[in-house]
Structure formats: C-alpha cells, structure tokens
C-alpha cells in the first residue's frame, strides 16, 4: 500500500495511525461475526521512491517486488491493480457495489468478472500561494486563475514564463509525469472517445513523433540546474520549493489538502489544472489468489474495507477520496453526509443561517399579510385593490425570495428540480394576477361597454391558474425528459458557487422568457394606456411592484454568483440575501400593506366593519365618464379621495357594490 503520506510531513507515526485506524474499523466491525472476529489486519506500506538513481524502472522494480510478495503469500490484499489475483466475481453480489461509481467499479472488471473493489480516488490540483494582495505576484497569479479554464498547459507554461514565475512539477515521480503527459494531451488533442473514437492513436500514429519531441523538450526545462539536485525534481523537492515560495503553483492530490490543514496552517487554496481537465487515480483493494485464507473470506473481509462507512471513516481521518456514485447523492443518506461534510464547493457558515433567519422573517410578514388581507376582504378600501389577486401576488413574492436559498448547501439534483418549479410558481405569481387585474382596468377604461362577467373574479382567477398551469406543466416536461446537472460559477479565488442547468437549457430557457417579456410588455402597455386614471386602482403600486420585482431578478442572481468577496464573501451574500428581503418587503408593503396599516391607525370603529363605508369618502367629488352598470344603466361617476388616496367609483352609494368589479 502507498498511502497519503508521501509528503515530508510523512513519518511513522502517520503510518501507525493509519493502521491502527485501520485495525480498529475492522475489528469494530466484525466482534459479532463468528466467521471473521478471529482474524486481524496488518498493512504493509511499501516504500515506492520517487526516483531510482541507478537508472532503473520505478514501476519495474515495484512490479517485481509486488510478485514476489505475492507468489510468497506475503500479501493476502493489496491496494493495487493486478491480475494476480482471486476473482471476486464468485463470492460477491453485485448489488452491494452499487454505491462506487459505475466508472471506477469498471476499472476493476475484467470480461464482465470482478477483479478488485474500489478502495479510494484522486486527482490532481495546483496549489497556490497566499501572495499579498494587491501585489504584482497577487495579480499575476488571479489573472492565470481566472484564465485557467480555458488556458492549455502551453498556454499557462508560455504566460508564467512572460510574467517571471517560477514553476516546478514533479517530472521525478513516474506516476507524476505520467498524470501529467495524459493532461497535457488531452488538452491538446481533446481526449475524449464522444470527440474521437481512435484518440487513443494520437500516441502511436505519426503525430506521435512530433508530440514526443515535445514532451521531451517540456520535461528537459524543468531539471534542475542546482549542483545539490541537478536531477528533475521529486514530489519532496517540489513541495520544498513552494514551501520557501520558489514555485507559484505546487501541482499535487486533492487528498494532500487534508495533511495541510492538520500539519500545516489550514486550508491551502487551489485550482483545477488548465482546461480543468485532471488525471485520477483509483485504487482497488484485490485478493491474493496464492492466500492461504479461503476466499470467500477475503472477499468478505475486502467489502468490509471497501464499504461506505470504512470510505466514510478515512475520508474523515486521514482525507481520502471515497469512490461514491454522487448521482444517486438524494437518495443516499451516507452519500449526502459526505457531501454535506467535506463540500467540495463553497461553505457560507454562519452567515448562510442568517440568510435563512432574514428570509423566514419576511416570509412570516407576508403571510401576516396575506392573512389580514383575506381577513378585509370585504372592506371597501381593501376590496377596491382586488384582495385575492393582491394575496398570489404576495405569495409570488414569498416564493421569489425563498428561491435564493437554492444557493445554501446542501446541493443536489432534486433540489434543483424542486426550485425550478417554485422559481415558475413565483415570477408567474407575481405577472399574471397583476396581468388579469390590469386587463380588466384597461377594459373598463377603453371600452364603451362591457360584460361584467367575462371580467369578474371566478373567471379571471380561472384564467390565472390555467395561465400558471401551464407555464408548470412546461417547467415539469423540463424536469422529465432533460439532464440536470450543476457548474459552478466565479473565478477559483472566489467561493465557487454551483448553479444548476438543464440539458438545452438556452434554447428552452429563451421559449420561456419569450412568453413572460410579451406579458410583461402588454402589462405596461395597459398601465401607460390607462394613464392616470388606472392609478386610482392602485395601478401605481402594480408598476412598481413590476419593476422592483425585475431589477431583484436580474440582479440579486448575478450578484451571488459575480461577487469577488475573497474571505468576505459570506458576508457579501448575506447582504445580498437581505438587500432582496427588503425590496420585496416594500413591494408587499406598498401594495397592500400601507392599506392595512392606515385602517388599524385611522379606523376609530371595528376595521373588519364593511358597512359604513361613508367614513372613508371625503367630502368632494369630481365628476367624470359614463360607465355602466351590470345590467347597463348609466350611473353618475366620480373620482374621490379617501383620506388622501384617490379611488374611482360610480357614486357614494355604490361604493360596496362597485367594488366586486375591481
């Protein structure tokens, strides 16, 4: 076994550790198991050098060592691959490996027979160094990090040499460079079988010459000129010189990050390697098949070590990767600890809890809202604003603030698809009340006549749910037949924040805004046709709504995923978070809120009284239009002012029954 410990912070005690973590898993494990609590483990490191002086073959030398353990019955497991082994295929269901990832549990197959368990994964990153800020290494360094995703590795080599960074790989370490010619290809020749099914040729057709060559000239410049190591650098040599800052990257594991924040001074930061494209490493846990323990319990005994929780118990201790299907994250409580416990994006800490406090806190103002307004339902000064269609606008803007929290951990697939309903639900709650409700104002205001019931309550409120249904049922169609998956979005020296899409989402995303930006245009065509006279309804409180709603949309989201916060962006996103709570407060606020407050603080009688609506009509009126009634008798109009609020009605006396038109 080569475990994590192949940095200078190595020593024996972390191999002590290791085992005895190890041992004590396994004994925990197995004290009810009569078949296997009299067996015990022993690990074995071997000691795989970074470099053979001599001139020979690092992985020759650990094959033959490796055989000659095994034909010994040295080894009864190792974490390698070899065909020097038991086939578990007769001892294990395949249905208790349905955890790993089906690629990594691939690599481990051999003509459809098992040949080793996943034990752990890795990849490669570039660590990178805390420069001042602000300074010209700062600077340097933010720039090749923004640049990084679409940067070769030539491109990143050619811009660090015009900057006068320094930059050392570990070209030393066999396993090193072979990580590294696999990167440095794919980002050259787009490794991949969907691009080109023969990819592989490109190392042994004729281009192969020429890219040799110039891998070899690439390798020759990073050897050492130094009289004490003028050999290429190892992985020890290379973390020395980040170590003293004589390197701007330090490209090693992901896993390392863990013997970083126990040895060293925390998290060091980091970024993917150009083109964020990485070469992993998987091990397997295999059988040796000249054991002298009986199979089926080796195979017994190697799933005890490949389980989730004993991936679980290392990724903790000593900072492993585990070999987990993260598709299937939703519906595995040990996968969604995993993620919930070492996220591999972004943590917003306390700062996250306050978001999720402030947002509760409006939420429940709104549905106070809501509630007093249903509760005044039929009071003249609130059933002139049309309080149904008032209270799914409120509850619009309940679901536009609580959408951000798609933002906190945790992540997951349904949770994305929860949100892409709740996102329609809400920007839909928010356009067609007030779409159906301003209609009705238009054509009250530019017709001549009209018929009451095509425009009262029940038929408009049907128009809004089949209006909304719809839009759902198009977001559910989504949610079925597309891919979902997240990217994160920002720069590496950012906290990276992931955003979900949707296989074709642009094209079917520009179908769904193209819908909502005609409804919001024929809104504002209506406000701006019925001018002044709409503001009586309330029209004025509409638009606003309208637009604050607009500008919380186009920017909030931006603002989360944009923000260069470095250390403080928490702090950035919970103000972000309590800048949108307050716009939809003042919307709510404006809209009905400012009528229910001047009831409570105005109203010298019970405010849940309709009766006398006298008390809230001033004592002039101006007299204008000829609307109709339901059966189509002209009736005297005016425009009044309700302690200082404009309102249209028909006449004095008609105040109430007016009312349930608008």
């Given amino acids: 076994m080569r475990p994590l410990f192949d940095l200078p912070y190595n020593s024996h005690s972390s191999y002590e550790i290791y085992e005895n973590e190890l041992k004590n898993y396994f004994r925990e494990r197995v004290k009810d198991n009569e078949r296997l609590n009299n067996y015990e483990i022993d690990v074995y490191f071997y000691n795989y050098p970074s470099v053979d002086t001599t001139g020979r073959s690092i992985p ?109 790989i570990s070209f030393g370490d066999n396993n ?73 990257f330090f490209k090693a594991k992901a896993s390392h990050n863990y013997i970083f924040r126990k040895y060293g001074n925390g998290t060091l930061p980091l970024s993917l390697p150009p083109k964020y494209q990485s070469a992993t490493t998987n091990k397997y846990l295999v059988a040796n098949k000249f054991s002298n323990i009986k199979p089926e319990i080796l195979a017994e005994v190697a799933l005890i070590l490949t389980e989730k929780n004993a991936q679980l118990s290392r990724a903790k201790g000593f900072g492993s990767i585990p070999t987990f299907d993260f598709s299937k994250k939703d519906s595995d409580i040990d996968l969604q600890t995993y993620c919930d416990t070492y996220p591999v994006i972004y943590n917003l800490g306390v700062y996250g809890i306050l978001s999720i406090i402030i947002t509760i806190a409006v939420i429940i103002f709104c549905l106070f809202i809501i509630f007093m307004t249903y509760k005044l339902k039929e009071h003249p000064y609130i059933k002139v604003i049309s309080p149904l269609f008032c209270n799914l606008i409120v509850v619009g803007c309940i679901l536009n603030m609580f959408k951000l929290i798609k933002f906190i951990p945790p992540y997951s697939i349904g949770k994305m698809k929860l949100f892409t309903i709740i996102e329609t639900l809400g920007t839909n709650l928010i356009y067609i009340p007030m779409f159906v409700v301003t209609y009705r104002i238009f054509r009250i205001y530019k017709t001549k006549s009209f018929m009451s019931k095509s425009l009262n309550n029940q038929r408009l409120l049907f128009a809004v749910i089949l209006t909304i249904s719809i839009a759902v049922i198009y977001k559910l169609v989504i949610i079925f037949t597309c891919r979902f998956y997240y990217e994160s979005v920002g720069y590496v020296r950012y906290a990276r924040i992931p955003v979900g899409y949707y296989s074709n989402h642009e094209t079917l995303d520009k179908i769904y805004q193209g819908c909502l930006t005609v409804v919001f245009i024929s809104l504002l065509f209506m406000i701006i046709a019925t001018g002044s006279q709409s503001r009586k309804f309330g029209d004025i409180c509409y638009t606003f709504v309208i637009f604050i709603t607009n500008i919380s949309d186009y920017i909030i989201e931006r603002l989360i995923t944009r923000l260069d916060g470095g250390d403080y962006y928490p702090l950035y996103f919970f103000i ?30 019970n405010v849940f009284n309709s009766t006398d609506a006298t008390q809230y009509i001033a004592y002039y009126c101006i007299y204008q239009g000829n609307p109709y009634t339901e059966d189509g008798h002209k009736l005297r109009s005016g425009t009044i002012e309700v302690y200082g609020k404009p309102a249209f009605i028909f006449s004095i006396s008609d105040f109430v029954s007016f009312s349930k038109f608008s």
């Fill in 60 to 168: 020759m030398v650990y094959m033959n060592d490796l055989v000659k353990g095994l034909t010994r019955k040295e080894y009864d497991m190792v974490t390698t691959f070899s065909r020097i082994i038991t086939r578990f295929i007769k001892y294990i269901n395949k249905a208790d490996l349905e955890f790993h990832d089906p690629k990594i549990l691939s690599y481990g197959m051999y003509k459809d027979k098992i040949i080793g368990l996943p034990y752990e994964s890795d990849f490669d990153v570039l660590y990178y160094q805390n420069e001042e800020k602000n300074s010209t290494a700062y600077n340097n360094t933010m720039l090749l990090l923004e640049n990084m995703k679409d940067y070769t590795w030539d491109d990143l080599l050619n811009q660090m040499k015009i900057n006068s960074q320094p930059f050392w």
């Fill in 176 to 248: 090193d460079l072979l990580n590294f010619v696999i990167e440095y290809s794919s980002n050259k020749y787009n490794l991949t079988s969907e691009y080109d099914p023969d990819y592989l040729k490109v190392f042994y057709n004729d281009t192969s010459i020429s890219h040799y060559t110039e891998l070899r000239d690439l390798v020759k410049e990073f050897k050492s000129n130094s009289e004490e190591n003028p050999n290429i650098a190892t992985l020890d040599d290379v973390f020395y010189y980040y170590m003293v800052n004589e390197t701007t």
């Fill in 576 to 605: 972000t978070i309590a800048f949108n709570c307050l716009l939809h407060f003042i919307c709510v606020y404006i809209l009905v809120g400012t009528r229910i407050s001047f009831l409570f603080t105005n109203s010298n009688n």
